[in-house]
């Protein structure tokens, strides 16, 4: 086991007098007066490195350019499992590096929203295609998000739609929280039908403020959430265009790992759907 590892932290502020910290993540926490890069005065979310081997943090980050409370960064820790936690410092990483001031608030609201995010974290992005297993939803959304701005950066579209494709890309599959698969189904609770439409419900009230804000960004934003139309060549906005992209990238890398698996290294065919 790698002794070093990397943490989301929530660092706060706990004496103004004689200036002390408290970095706490992943049920573990520390003071600290002297390791962190450009504290601030109020609580902020960083990135800890920690040597597991004693048990101690090594480094910190500056803070992560998103304001968000303390609380939110110590519920997603709560909520992430272990093989989560390298995906979930893309996520934090990747939410503050968006630049677009509506998509910056709006996706620190999403993130500070619970009914969102716990399920969010805990949720089977199909039944029984790919990425089936609790929890994978979480890492195929993100996976989607950060491929889709590298694919923006790499073909030098704007700054904008880098921010906007990476929310789009995070987003496309929010909808998969309500279908029964994620429910319990005990009580036959959950839906059955097109998780597309599922998304613009569960992030109803965060879409409305981006309407009011820009328009054309909502729009776009629509596009990438909506389901495609079949048959439909062209995109009208070049953001769904790439997430859609980026999405079935990842899911076909998903269904390549997993029949190639424990398979000889001569064994070049192996079935997957589709063939």
Known sequence: MNPICS???AVIKIDQHNPTWMIQTCGRQWHTKDKLVKPLDE????????DQSVQRPVSITEPL????DARTVLAHNVWCSPQQHDVQIKLWEGAAAIQDPVLKSFIRDVLSDSQIMQPFYQAKASKSFHHQAPGELFLHSVE???????????????QRIQDCVFVGGLLHDIGKILMYYNQDNADKKGINGQHEALSFMVLA???????????P??????AMLSAPV???????????SIVRSADRLSAH??????VFKNKAANELYASARGG
């Open 7 to 9: 943490r989301l932290a």
């Open 43 to 50: 609580d902020y979310a960083a990135i800890v490195t920690i």
């Open 65 to 68: 350019d998103i304001q968000i």
């Open 144 to 158: 989607v998000a950060v491929n889709a701005r590298i694919m923006a950066e790499q073909h030098g579209l704007s």
């Open 205 to 215: 009230e965060h879409l409305e403020k981006i309407k009011n804000q820009d328009k």
């Open 217 to 222: 960004l909502f729009e776009a934003v629509s």
């Open 230 to 240: 079949a048959h439909k060549k062209h995109y009208d906005y070049i953001e769904e």
């Open 253 to 258: 890398n998903y269904e390549l790992k997993h």
